[in-house]
Nanobody, 121 residues
């Protein structure tokens, strides 16, 4: 199972930007689809963005045009560039490695602990 650690959260004013990082341990990081989720207080966890092992990306409608997900397999990292942040983007942001098969072996999903993003003036 891959281990994930997020960083880069913090307090930012509306309209500002943050770049989140998700760093993985393990030797087959490149095989995983990686997701960014977020969870605000009292709300369900929701998918924000996804990047596949091949580099294809998907975004939730509420972040399209503002957030960009990318990966650097040499650094076993996935990034979430967040621009034009709004108070409603305030949440704990978590990355997830989806379960995957690699060379006939199944590797289960893994979650990071999350990083807090607060958008406030």
């Amino acid at each position: 199972q891959v281990q994930l650690v997020e960083s880069g959260g913090g307090l930012v004013q509306p309209g500002g930007s943050l770049r989140l990082s998700c760093v993985a341990s393990g030797t087959i990081f490149s095989a995983f689809t990686i997701d960014w989720y977020r969870q605000a207080p009292g709300k369900q966890r929701e998918l924000v963005a996804q990047i596949t092992s091949g580099g294809s990306t998907n975004y939730a409608d509420f972040v399209k045009g503002r957030f960009t997900i990318s990966r650097d397999n040499t650094k076993k990292s996935v990034y979430l560039q967040m621009n034009s942040l709004q108070p409603e983007d305030t949440a704990v942001y978590l990355c997830k490695a989806e379960g995957t098969y690699y060379r006939g072996i199944y590797y289960g999903p893994g979650w990071g602990q999350g990083t807090q993003v607060t958008v406030s003036s």
